[in-house]
């Protein structure tokens, strides 16, 4: 769990799981374009860090590796200390956040 | 593996044969798996049938691809429930057990073939889903948790 943690506590890091959650399966490269701000050294080890983490799974296919997106850990973190009943307040409470965000 | 996907990697504390029976027996999923129960003779090409188990209706049906026991399990299923989804292809699901440690199991579970706008849906299916098989596991009971 601390790696879990570590991970999470760089935004670089959270960019490259967002970047996975709107597209999963992504080579280095491609997300190396999508974090244009990041050098191709940088984006290596995050995802290095991410994958000893857990949330971060590499697939090989042919001659390239794609990066997927593994949520259990962090669903693990919300097990752990959300009850189900604040799950489904947070829930709703997240569901109005986007509609009041779109609306505006 | 057709993108998009979805992948989830879990270790739970149990062996592979635990595991297995876990995924390929009615009883079992209908204890973590939102009630549903799994039937099916598990010969490669033969029908895959989720039940509800409240009302024994049919919620979604497939086909085993792959049946290597303990290590590789593979089916179809599409939903048989919802009108809007009769016609939609069916989505396939992958799931390969190893070994971790002596009492450890790694489960990883690849869900592809889905179409985009289910992505989101099934992402809140897989996470209660496999928390409730790891608690099932590991403390013989399960979570209560609500969709």
């Not at chain 1, 709107?22 to 999508?34: A, K, M, V, Y």
Request: charged share 30%; hydrophobic share 35%.
């Amino acid at each position: 769990m601390d790696l879990v943690f570590k991970a999470l506590a760089d935004a670089g890091r959270r960019q490259l799981l967002d970047a996975l959650r709107e597209r999963n399966g992504q080579t280095l490269s491609e997300l190396c374009d999508e974090l244009s701000e990041l050098t191709r050294q940088g984006v290596t080890k995050h995802l290095r860090l991410l994958e000893e983490a857990g949330l971060v799974v590499t697939m090989r296919r042919g001659r390239h590796k794609y990066h997927y997106l593994n949520p259990v850990p962090i669903n693990e973190i919300a097990e752990r200390w959300i009850s189900n009943y604040e799950k489904d307040k947070l829930r709703a409470l997240s569901a109005l956040k986007a509609a009041l965000e779109e609306e505006s | 593996m057709n993108n998009p996907a979805m992948v989830h990697v879990t270790y739970i504390e149990t062996t592979p044969e635990k595991l297995w029976a876990a995924l390929t027996s009615g009883a079992f999923t209908k204890l973590y798996w939102f009630g549903r129960r799994i039937e099916s003779d598990w010969k490669v090409g033969s029908p895959v049938r989720f039940y509800d188990s409240a009302d024994d209706s049919l919620t979604d049906s497939g086909e085993v691809l792959v049946y290597d026991e303990p290590k590789t399990l593979a089916y179809t299923f599409k939903n048989e429930f919802l009108e809007e989804r009769r016609d939609d292809e069916p989505g396939r699901v992958t799931f390969t057990i190893e070994p971790a440690g002596p009492k450890v199991v790694k489960l990883q579970v690849v869900h592809d073939r889905i179409d985009a706008d289910q992505v989101e849906g099934w992402r809140n299916g897989w996470g209660p889903i496999l928390a409730n098989l790891k608690t099932y596991l590991e403390t013989g009971h399960t979570l209560q948790i609500d969709l």
